[in-house]
């Protein structure tokens, strides 16, 4: 299985990755701020689940493909862009509601499986994710122990750790700034609209970076 020496290697370089803001942490952080910490909890989950199934796809080999072809790549990178883009216009859109949804957040849980399925279309069309576990995953593998693809799996488990309590952080410190808003039905709406320009622009952003060749 992956050495000791390997297997904390990836640690530290997952952990590099992870600690800048990307696709998923500003995601996790646009839902906390316009719908709460059990939303942006949820949003960790769901992302989490996609990005494991983009280790599932590099261990079976699928991940080489995404990473050699511009055309499946850029495709994957525009759905993801567009999605995020759909999800901000949608929250400014409700940011009216929201003083009832945070007055509800300790009650039920109002479209929690939807809010785990946007968080995994997410994860999974993140093209930061996408690049690292095609390119440097396999690098942490060695292959003279045999079990490759346990290997990765075991590394993506690894990588989904570090993400879960470096997202969750971020999701709860946001969602309880969101607090402060909250006692004025004003600043909370200013506060999702805030949240969903962020979704947009982080879209946008998304589209319009990435691999030029």
Request: proline share 2%; charged share 15%; net charge positive.
């Amino acid at each position: 299985m992956v050495s000791t020496d390997r297997l904390l290697a990836f640690a530290a370089m997952s952990f590099l990755l992870i600690i800048v803001p990307g696709p998923s942490v500003l995601f996790v952080v646009g839902r906390a701020l316009a719908q709460g910490r059990r939303a942006a909890l949820t949003t960790v989950a769901g992302n989490t689940l996609g990005a494991y199934v983009l280790v599932v796809a590099v261990a079976l080999g699928v991940g080489s493909v995404v990473e050699r072809s511009v055309l499946v790549f850029t495709a994957l990178k525009l759905a993801g862009a567009a999605y995020l883009v759909y999800l901000g216009v949608r929250t400014i859109r409700r940011r009216g509601s929201l003083r009832a949804a945070f007055e509800d957040e300790e009650g039920a849980d109002h479209g929690g499986l939807r809010t785990l399925w946007e968080g995994f279309a997410v994860g999974v069309a993140n093209p930061k994710t996408i690049v690292f576990f095609a390119a440097v995953l396999p690098q942490f593998v060695d292959r003279e122990q045999g079990h490759v693809v346990l290997q990765m799996l075991l590394l993506g488990l690894v990588f989904n750790a570090i993400a879960i309590a470096s997202d969750s952080v971020w999701g709860l410190a946001a969602a309880t700034a969101r607090g402060w808003f909250a006692r004025s039905p004003r600043r909370l709406s200013l506060v999702g609209g805030a949240g969903g320009l962020a979704m947009i622009g982080l879209g946008v952003t998304v589209a319009a970076t990435g691999r030029k060749d």
